[in-house]
């Protein structure tokens, strides 16, 4: 008869599988999730932006957040896009104390496989893959919260009937 005090090892096995090491240390990044990519957005004192492909398990550099630009407490979304066939997102970066409110267009840093039409028009405009004052239509530069708010460590999602920010 086996002794019953006998404790046997306890197998465990992890949910999560380890990637590659970022280029730079990051703390407090902001991260979202676009196809086969993650997009992770400044951390703490780092204002550089990358995309890791889940299936080539790689880091790409994307833009770098303007100089002028101190975030403490910062989100990232993705915002909701009613055309699919696009080959860009749109993202949205703001601040909880300071207030900077940044979109960024994000065309794919991987694919090669972008419609060329498309990908000679954003060249062009110079606006993809970095970040630029969020503006409403008459170039006015949109804040989110009030002067006396402090959202530092927000979070936020996009959603609700309407696609709001919540």
């Known amino acids: 008869m086996a002794d019953q005090n006998t404790q046997k090892p306890i197998e465990t096995q992890?949910?999560?599988?380890?990637?590659?090491?970022?280029?730079?240390?990051?703390?407090?990044?902001?991260?979202?999730?676009?196809?086969?990519?993650?997009?992770?957005?400044?951390?703490k004192c780092k204002r550089d932006c990358y995309s890791y492909h889940l299936l080539k398990n790689e880091y790409k550099f994307i833009c770098r957040y303007p100089d002028d630009v101190y975030l403490k407490g910062h989100c990232v979304v993705k915002l909701t896009d009613s055309n699919k066939n696009s080959n860009q997102i749109t993202l949205l970066s703001f601040d909880g104390e300071y207030k900077h409110t940044l979109t960024m267009k994000y065309v794919s840093v991987w694919n090669n496989d972008n419609n060329e039409n498309e990908m000679d028009k954003l060249k062009k405009s110079n606006n993809y893959n970095k970040w630029i004052p969020f503006t409403d239509n008459h170039n006015n530069q949109i804040h989110i919260g009030g002067a006396g708010d402090h959202y530092e460590g927000v979070r936020a999602v996009i959603g609700g009937s309407n696609n709001n920010l919540l």
């Not at 590659?20 to 997009?39: I, N, R």
């Open 14 to 43: 992890t949910s999560f599988q380890s990637l590659k090491d970022l280029p730079t240390p990051f703390t407090q990044a902001q991260c979202v999730p676009h196809e086969h990519e993650f997009l992770i957005c400044r951390g």
